[in-house]
């Protein structure tokens, strides 16, 4: 039936018409309305507006055959009976054939079906829940294992099923209650309901906002599991799914009237985002705690104005008042009087539970620590001890087992695991109770044990960290801390000082330089010497001593040219900066010897044979001293010094021969070549140590 104006219209009060001339202010229209068989209240323009035109269209189809009639490969899934009916859609069993085992397929409800499905308010909620849940990895959210569509074209979501009871039903019938739960059903509730605050919380940072919480749509699995359903009004926080109406442009009623904030029911844009589901999560506790809804009324109309208005609640005595002020708070009408998220609106309710609870986990926390001790050879406290925790239970001890076989990194692990499990429980057993002693005992033992730990193994970071959460630290903490940090301050200059002597030596370093002037050098002196010997072959040139000076000095030339352009790179290691030294001296040399035999007015020709000698003995004793590598690269010289001396007049040719060979070799020899990890031959390695691939 759509329109809330039209339900009962007899029954009109003051709250109502207040709440309809809001409505026509804003101009608000309640017969866009549509009112579900569970009372639920659903947005017809609102979903319709954020439709995908695409979104059915782009799903799978999937063969569903009714359990029993299709064992055929191709079917998807065999439905089987009714589990669930809500009011935007049905729930059924069903076996997934492909993977052989059961799972639940929600649909719109058959009324929903038919000429328009795929403009449905039913047929888009369920494709928002499933873009919803698809998205929320969480404990408390039911997995989604696929989304496709029937032959009707009508969307079929696969989730995983979840066998237990609706949350409503554990409320209206304690009998129901697990056995452990009977006792304490209070406590029961309380813990169910943060549950379904972590799963809120949770979407909440995946900026999704549910906007019908209610115990309906909650379930308890068969094993305390808890789970949020029926996420088909939720909407986007800012940055949130853009497929999602966003939260931020609601203007029309979506959810439950027994438990609406004032803000769903105003229409006004931009008021819908977290404290919303607090209120939600509020009026749930009330639901708790009185076993009523928050709002009432004769008609649909009277609830949601006493949503609307939605005053303070007086609670019974008997009611703790500690929660009956989180019940208020939370479902304050203005909402910056609520909880500022729901962290905030659980940790009261823990806060509540806090000396149950502290000791609970303390008693849990203290068979982690002495886990802890056990791994790490630590003594057994004194029966007087505060933390002397009974034998562990045969169900704890099989499940820790026996740690005096961990060795190496399985032992470490199972040092952090059980180190991070006693802190942490002792903490969180702090924070709901912080007279909690014995707790604070338990926190102290556990850093201290850790902090000697972390000392041994060497490790001053987490030493540093563990020793900033001592609350009362021993005066020695700070003595050991500075010994271990000169410690590692004398270790880490040693081995700087050893890498970088390893370094200095290594003749990787800068290969491409030094296979690009050993190129150089062959190419152009080969050549050179080639024309040379055609000049003087044609008669063009009379070669003379000052033209051997004139080579020599452009050899000496060149070096220092390239020794400047390649600064970094040949001043970067030992190894360089001797390979340069060296081809300087012989240059020099060289210089000098072509100068004395010029003096000497020796032959030109002899002076170029005496110069491969002088070469040749270089590249030998570079080889012989340095690296071995370019040894052989002498023969070149060797054997163009025997020919040039033995047959002067192929003197030139002998000279290219030997630069081309000796050249070319140790271009070969000192060639770049790609290796493991961070060093490729770059000298910018030194440099830039952070550097994960350097380039030369």
């Given at each position: 039936?759509?329109?809330?104006?039209?339900?009962?219209?007899?029954?009109?009060?003051?709250?109502?018409?207040?709440?309809?001339?809001?409505?026509?202010?804003?101009?608000?229209?309640?017969?866009?309305?549509?009112?579900?068989?569970?009372?639920?209240?659903?947005?017809?323009?609102?979903?319709?507006?954020?439709?995908?035109?695409?979104?059915?269209?782009?799903?799978?189809?999937?063969?569903?055959?009714?359990?029993?009639?299709?064992?055929?490969?191709?079917?998807?899934?065999?439905?089987?009976?009714?589990?669930?009916?809500?009011?935007?859609?049905?729930?059924?069993?069903?076996?997934?054939?492909?993977?052989?085992?059961?799972?639940?397929?929600?649909?719109?409800?058959?009324?929903?079906?038919?000429?328009?499905?795929?403009?449905?308010?039913?047929?888009?909620?369920?494709?928002?829940?499933?873009?919803?849940?698809?998205?929320?990895?969480?404990?408390?959210?039911?997995?989604?294992?696929?989304?496709?569509?029937?032959?009707?074209?009508?969307?079929?979501?696969?989730?995983?099923?979840?066998?237990?009871?609706?949350?409503?039903?554990?409320?209206?019938?304690?009998?129901?209650?697990?056995?452990?739960?009977?006792?304490?059903?209070?406590?029961?509730?309380?813990?169910?309901?943060?549950?379904?605050?972590?799963?809120?919380?949770?979407?909440?940072?995946?900026?999704?906002?549910?906007?019908?919480?209610?115990?309906?749509?909650?379930?308890?699995?068969?094993?305390?599991?808890?789970?949020?359903?029926?996420?088909?009004?939720?909407?986007?926080?800012?940055?949130?799914?853009?497929?999602?109406?966003?939260?931020?442009?609601?203007?029309?009623?979506?959810?439950?009237?027994?438990?609406?904030?004032?803000?769903?029911?105003?229409?006004?844009?931009?008021?819908?985002?977290?404290r919303t589901d607090i209120y939600l999560l509020g009026a749930i506790l009330h639901l708790v705690l009185t076993g009523e809804p928050r709002h009432h009324g004769r008609t649909p109309m009277e609830i949601l104005a006493a949503?609307?208005?939605?005053?303070?609640?007086?609670?019974?005595?008997?009611?703790?008042?500690?929660?009956?002020?989180?019940?208020?708070?939370?479902?304050?009408?203005?909402?910056?009087?609520?909880?500022?998220?729901?962290?905030?609106?659980?940790?009261?309710?823990?806060?509540?539970?806090?000396?149950?609870?502290?000791?609970?986990?303390?008693?849990?926390?203290?068979?982690?620590?002495?886990?802890?001790?056990?791994?790490?050879?630590?003594?057994?406290?004194?029966?007087?001890?505060?933390?002397?925790?009974?034998?562990?239970?045969?169900?704890?001890?099989?499940?820790?087992?026996?740690?005096?076989?961990?060795?190496?990194?399985?032992?470490?692990?199972?040092?952090?695991?059980?180190?991070?499990?006693?802190?942490?429980?002792?903490?969180?057993?702090?924070?709901?109770?912080?007279?909690?002693?014995?707790?604070?005992?338990?926190?102290?033992?556990?850093?201290?044990?850790?902090?000697?730990?972390?000392?041994?193994?060497?490790?001053?970071?987490?030493?540093?960290?563990?020793?900033?959460?001592?609350?009362?630290?021993?005066?020695?903490?700070?003595?050991?801390?500075?010994?271990?940090?000169?410690?590692?301050?004398?270790?880490?200059?040693?081995?700087?000082?050893?890498?970088?002597?390893?370094?200095?030596?290594?003749?990787?370093?800068?290969?491409?330089?030094?296979?690009?002037?050993?190129?150089?050098?062959?190419?152009?002196?080969?050549?050179?010497?080639?024309?040379?010997?055609?000049?003087?072959?044609?008669?063009?040139?009379?070669?003379?001593?000052?033209?051997?000076?004139?080579?020599?000095?452009?050899?000496?030339?060149?070096?220092?040219?390239?020794?400047?352009?390649?600064?970094?790179?040949?001043?970067?290691?030992?190894?360089?900066?001797?390979?340069?030294?060296?081809l300087g001296h012989v240059a020099a040399l060289n210089l000098g010897m072509i100068g004395a035999l010029w003096i000497a007015d020796a032959d030109p020709l002899a002076v170029i044979a005496w110069q491969m000698l002088l070469?040749?003995?270089?590249?030998?004793?570079?080889?012989?001293?340095?690296?071995?590598?370019?040894?052989?690269?002498?023969?070149?010289?060797?054997?163009?010094f025997a020919i040039a001396t033995i047959w002067p007049r192929w003197t030139f040719e002998a000279t290219a021969f030997g630069h081309l060979v000796a050249g070319g070799w140790t271009t070969w020899a000192w060639r770049p070549?790609?290796?493991?990890?961070?060093?490729?031959?770059?000298?910018?390695?030194?440099?830039?140590?952070?550097?994960?691939?350097?380039?030369?």
């Amino acid at each position: 039936m759509n329109g809330v104006a039209d339900q009962s219209p007899e029954i009109v009060t003051a709250d109502t018409i207040a709440l309809q001339t809001h409505w026509q202010t804003i101009g608000f229209d309640p017969a866009e309305l549509t009112i579900r068989t569970d009372g639920t209240l659903m947005p017809t323009r609102e979903l319709l507006r954020t439709h995908d035109e695409h979104a059915l269209g782009n799903l799978r189809p999937l063969l569903v055959v009714p359990a029993g009639q299709g064992d055929d490969a191709a079917v998807d899934l065999a439905l089987g009976e009714l589990i669930g009916e809500g009011g935007m859609g049905v729930v059924r069993a069903a076996a997934q054939v492909a993977l052989g085992r059961e799972v639940a397929v929600k649909s719109v409800r058959p009324s929903d079906a038919g000429t328009r499905s795929r403009e449905s308010e039913a047929t888009l909620a369920l494709l928002r829940e499933a873009w919803v849940t698809g998205q929320l990895e969480h404990p408390s959210v039911v997995p989604v294992h696929t989304l496709g569509r029937a032959d009707d074209g009508a969307p079929l979501l696969v989730m995983k099923r979840i066998v237990g009871r609706a949350w409503s039903e554990l409320l209206a019938n304690p009998g129901l209650l697990p056995d452990e739960a009977r006792a304490d059903p209070l406590r029961f509730h309380l813990e169910v309901l943060m549950a379904v605050c972590n799963a809120v919380a949770f979407a909440h940072s995946r900026r999704v906002l549910h906007r019908d919480l209610k115990p309906d749509n909650v379930m308890i699995g068969a094993f305390g599991e808890v789970y949020v359903l029926d996420w088909g009004l939720a909407v986007a926080l800012p940055g949130g799914d853009p497929r999602l109406p966003a939260s931020t442009e609601i203007r029309s009623i979506a959810g439950t009237p027994h438990f609406m904030a004032p803000e769903m029911v105003a229409v006004t844009t931009g008021q819908i985002d977290e404290r919303t589901d607090i209120y939600l999560l509020g009026a749930i506790l009330h639901l708790v705690l009185t076993g009523e809804p928050r709002h009432h009324g004769r008609t649909p109309m009277e609830i949601l104005a006493a949503a609307w208005r939605s005053p303070a609640f007086g609670y019974d005595v008997a009611i703790p008042e500690e929660l009956g002020a989180i019940c208020n708070r939370a479902t304050a009408a203005d909402p910056s009087r609520r909880f500022e998220d729901v962290a905030s609106f659980r940790a009261a309710i823990a806060a509540f539970l806090q000396h149950r609870h502290s000791l609970e986990v303390t008693r849990k926390a203290r068979r982690h620590l002495e886990r802890l001790g056990q791994l790490l050879a630590r003594d057994t406290p004194d029966a007087d001890d505060p933390l002397a925790a009974p034998t562990l239970d045969a169900v704890t001890a099989d499940a820790a087992g026996d740690p005096s076989h961990l060795e190496g990194d399985e032992r470490l692990a199972a040092i952090a695991s059980a180190f991070s499990a006693a802190r942490f429980g002792f903490q969180l057993a702090l924070e709901s109770w912080p007279g909690n002693e014995v707790a604070r005992t338990g926190r102290e033992r556990a850093l201290g044990w850790m902090f000697e730990h972390e000392l041994e193994r060497g490790d001053l970071h987490a030493a540093q960290m563990i020793a900033a959460e001592l609350e009362a630290p021993d005066p020695s903490v700070r003595t050991r801390l500075d010994a271990l940090r000169e410690r590692l301050r004398a270790e880490q200059e040693l081995a700087r000082a050893r890498e970088r002597a390893v370094r200095d030596m290594d003749q990787r370093y800068g290969t491409r330089t030094r296979a690009f002037l050993s190129l150089i050098i062959a190419v152009v002196f080969g050549l050179q010497a080639i024309g040379a010997g055609v000049a003087v072959r044609t008669g063009w040139l009379h070669w003379e001593n000052r033209w051997n000076f004139a080579v020599g000095a452009s050899f000496a030339v060149l070096l220092e040219w390239f020794r400047r352009w390649a600064k970094d790179t040949l001043t970067a290691t030992d190894f360089n900066r001797r390979v340069v030294r060296a081809l300087g001296h012989v240059a020099a040399l060289n210089l000098g010897m072509i100068g004395a035999l010029w003096i000497a007015d020796a032959d030109p020709l002899a002076v170029i044979a005496w110069q491969m000698l002088l070469f040749a003995g270089f590249t030998s004793t570079l080889g012989a001293s340095l690296d071995p590598r370019i040894m052989p690269a002498s023969v070149g010289y060797f054997v163009a010094f025997a020919i040039a001396t033995i047959w002067p007049r192929w003197t030139f040719e002998a000279t290219a021969f030997g630069h081309l060979v000796a050249g070319g070799w140790t271009t070969w020899a000192w060639r770049p070549e790609r290796l493991k990890g961070r060093y490729d031959g770059d000298t910018r390695a030194l440099r830039e140590p952070s550097a994960d691939s350097p380039e030369g």
